[in-house]
């Protein structure tokens, strides 16, 4: 099967309008299978078997398609990078009609009054404001900074471990949500369990597929903690399979992430507009134009194809 999957690929090289998650430059493998596209985009610094659940995502989303969905639009949230706060309104004007923004915080060379004045840009339009700390913080910063935010929807990850979250949770009055705690787990649960989280962060890519995404919530709606599926800087076409697995959801009452597609100066399919906060859910077929255009060097893409193959031998 991998020899069929990198024979219909195209390795992309996605420029940035802002420096996000420490990159100017998205690279990812898509591919087309009989039931549409698929997106191996596991970022170059996972290892190998981390990897092999972005390639399983991108598998099944080409060879069986979306899971049975209940809704045909998705609430999305705006995301506002680590910018300075003068630049808030032009990145919130990509999203009209959007009610939620998430916002970065902790950025490596920032100060916690860079955060402050950030945030509150962004209440200025927001009805609600999320702030992601990527496990930036210690505790002891996570509950200073919390305090000094004010009130939250919630703050994701603000700390790396799940002692640390669970600690954190225990002396402030924002929600906690779990990201990279969730979907880097041998045991998504163990967050939930531990006491460490309010909202679950879901992505599709890393969790291995849309219907993984789908059992998942079914497990943490037992627990009572609702989840937020989001996207892991995708593609278009990545972007297509989790808003499918949004959609399936019984229960989406928080707005997703899943607007990043105007994080891309250049996508290789046009981008999904934003109608009164809430994005259209449906397939997104590449534009062969743009594959060309945007295709990556051929030392990046044999740099791809090895480690598909690498991530294949996992998954068998």
Same mark, same amino acid.
């Given at each position: 099967?991998?020899?069929?999957?990198?024979?219909?690929?195209?390795?992309?090289?996605?420029?940035?309008?802002?420096?996000? $998650?420490?990159? @100017?430059?998205?690279?990812?493998?898509?591919?087309?299978?009989?039931?549409? #596209?698929?997106?191996?985009?596991?970022? @170059?610094?996972?290892?190998?078997?981390?990897?092999?659940? #972005?390639?399983?995502?991108?598998?099944?989303?080409?060879?069986?398609?979306?899971? *049975?969905?209940?809704?045909?639009?998705?609430?999305?949230?705006?995301?506002?990078?680590?910018?300075?706060?003068?630049? *808030?309104?032009?990145?919130?004007?990509?999203?009209?009609?959007?009610?939620?923004?998430?916002?970065?915080?902790?950025?490596?060379?920032? @100060?916690?009054?860079? =955060? /402050?004045?950030?945030?509150?840009?962004?209440?200025?339009?927001?009805?609600?404001?999320?702030?992601?700390?990527?496990?930036? #913080?210690?505790?002891?910063?996570?509950?200073?900074?919390?305090?000094?935010?004010?009130?939250?929807?919630?703050?994701?990850?603000?700390?790396? @471990?799940?002692?640390?979250?669970?600690?954190?949770?225990?002396?402030?009055?924002?929600?906690?949500?779990?990201?990279?705690? /969730? $979907?880097?787990?041998? =045991?998504?649960?163990?967050? *939930?369990?531990?006491?460490?989280?309010?909202?679950? /962060?879901?992505?599709?890519?890393?969790?291995?597929?849309? %219907?993984?995404?789908? $059992?998942?919530?079914a497990e943490l709606a037992e627990y009572g903690v609702p989840i937020v599926v989001s996207s892991a800087l995708d593609t278009a076409v990545g972007m297509s399979?989790?808003?499918?697995?949004?959609?399936?959801?019984?229960?989406?009452?928080?707005?997703?992430?899943?607007?990043?597609?105007?994080?891309?100066?250049?996508?290789?399919?046009?981008?999904?507009?934003?109608?009164?906060?809430?994005? =259209?859910?449906?397939?997104?077929?590449?534009?062969?134009?743009?594959?060309? %255009?945007?295709?990556?060097?051929?030392? %990046?893409?044999?740099? #791809?194809?090895?480690?598909?193959?690498?991530?294949?031998?996992?998954?068998?």
């Amino acid at each position: 099967m991998i020899e069929e999957i990198l024979a219909h690929s195209h390795v992309v090289s996605l420029p940035m309008r802002v420096r996000f $998650r420490g990159i @100017t430059v998205r690279e990812a493998m898509l591919f087309e299978g009989p039931a549409g #596209w698929g997106e191996f985009g596991a970022f @170059t610094e996972y290892d190998d078997a981390e990897a092999a659940h #972005w390639l399983a995502a991108g598998i099944e989303a080409a060879y069986q398609g979306p899971p *049975v969905m209940l809704r045909d639009t998705v609430e999305v949230n705006a995301t506002v990078p680590a910018v300075p706060a003068a630049e *808030v309104p032009s990145i919130l004007a990509r999203y009209p009609g959007a009610r939620t923004a998430k916002v970065k915080v902790a950025e490596k060379g920032q @100060t916690l009054a860079d =955060d /402050i004045a950030r945030v509150n840009a962004v209440r200025e339009s927001m009805e609600q404001v999320r702030v992601d700390a990527n496990g930036g #913080w210690t505790v002891e910063q996570a509950v200073s900074a919390l305090n000094a935010l004010g009130e939250l929807q919630y703050a994701e990850q603000p700390c790396a @471990t799940v002692e640390e979250l669970a600690e954190v949770r225990r002396r402030v009055s924002t929600p906690i949500a779990a990201d990279e705690s /969730i $979907r880097k787990a041998e =045991d998504p649960l163990r967050v *939930v369990r531990a006491g460490a989280a309010d909202v679950a /962060i879901v992505k599709v890519p890393p969790l291995g597929g849309m %219907r993984a995404v789908v $059992r998942l919530a079914a497990e943490l709606a037992e627990y009572g903690v609702p989840i937020v599926v989001s996207s892991a800087l995708d593609t278009a076409v990545g972007m297509s399979a989790g808003l499918a697995a949004a959609a399936a959801l019984t229960n989406g009452d928080y707005a997703c992430g899943l607007a990043t597609g105007r994080l891309f100066a250049e996508d290789v399919a046009d981008g999904r507009e934003v109608v009164h906060g809430r994005l =259209d859910v449906g397939a997104s077929v590449p534009d062969p134009a743009r594959l060309h %255009r945007l295709a990556a060097s051929a030392e %990046r893409r044999a740099w #791809w194809h090895a480690r598909a193959r690498r991530a294949f031998e996992h998954l068998r």
